[in-house]
């Protein structure tokens, strides 16, 4: 009898908790729905009319994000998962952005492509801005006793395609996606992206030397930001301490200083 008692009461308990939790989440929904009736979306200078339903929609399934980032991650195509909705970028612009929703293709090249012609470990190309900065950069840091050096800068579709295919053949094409851009929508198809090594460890611990720290703190100095930081659910990378993107000084300042990556500044003030 004693046993049953004790069944019954457990029971109830488990109940009241999945009940409470219920509640919670209804409430939470609630509460989405009223911030967003009351506090205008379209107060924001990016706010798209068109996107309205697809805001309430993503600030339902994540009603503690803030307005701000409910706008700008639909904006960047978030709700509708990577590589759906996707747009050809035919322009080449220090600002481009090529990601899992913007792609380049075959007959696209990047403007004013030279030579890298030092700090680099075999013959690549970039475009002449980007490479400038970076030439510059990698010397100051020599003059500090760090060794800078490229490893893969522009590629062509074809080359991507090749190390994609590759990639997915190892690891499968989910976890190959995790860590190497489909072709055509690498960011090293603007000529704008640098990997990058100590010359002494494989890039991919280039995390543990001192020349990281040192970019770290002086990379947006030159105008390159670190493209795929730790939190992986706005680029759809995973973290790339090797991987560098030109912006030019202005843009690596503010991203720096905010904390943002790429996708939130183009969306905030390039794409509006
Ligand atoms: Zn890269």
């Not at 909705?85 to 990601?99: D, S, V």
């Not at 100590?198 to 001192?210: A, G, I, M, P, R």
């Not at 912006?247 to 939130?264: D, K, P, Q, R, S």
Request: glycine share 4%; charged share 25%; hydrophobic share 35%.
């Amino acid at each position: 009898m004693k046993k049953y008692l004790a069944i019954t009461l457990s029971l109830i308990i488990i109940l009241s908790i999945l009940c409470l939790i219920k509640k919670d989440k209804k409430e939470t929904i609630k509460e989405a729905k009223k911030v967003l009736e009351t506090t205008p979306l379209s107060s924001y200078s990016f706010y798209k009319e068109e996107n309205l339903d697809r805001y309430k929609s993503y600030k339902i399934k994540f009603p503690t994000l803030k307005n701000k980032d409910i706008i700008l991650r639909v904006n960047i195509g978030l709700d509708h998962g990577f590589y759906t909705e996707t747009k050809e970028i035919t322009e080449f612009n220090i600002l481009m952005l090529i990601n899992k929703y913007n792609y380049v293709t075959n007959t696209f090249i990047p403007n004013d492509l030279v030579l890298v012609e030092s700090f680099s470990k075999e013959d690549m190309f970039l475009n002449r801005e980007c490479k400038d900065a970076f030439i510059k950069m990698a010397h100051d840091a020599e003059a500090l006793g760090y060794n800078i050096r490229a490893i893969s800068t522009y590629r062509t579709i074809d080359y991507q395609e090749n190390l994609y295919n590759n990639y997915v053949k190892n690891d499968g094409l989910e976890k190959a996606d995790t860590y190497s851009a489909r072709p055509g929508y690498s960011e090293h198809h603007t000529g704008l992206a640098i990997d990058i090594d100590n010359k002494v460890l494989s890039f991919n611990n280039f995390e543990n030397t001192k020349e990281f720290n040192w970019m770290m703190d002086n990379a947006y100095k030159y105008g390159f930001i670190l493209r795929y930081p730790k939190d992986s659910s706005i680029t759809g990378y995973i973290y790339e301490p090797w991987h560098y993107r030109y912006v030019g000084l202005e843009v690596a300042n503010y991203i720096h200083e905010h904390n943002i990556t790429f996708e939130e500044y183009y969306y905030e003030f390039i794409d509006k």
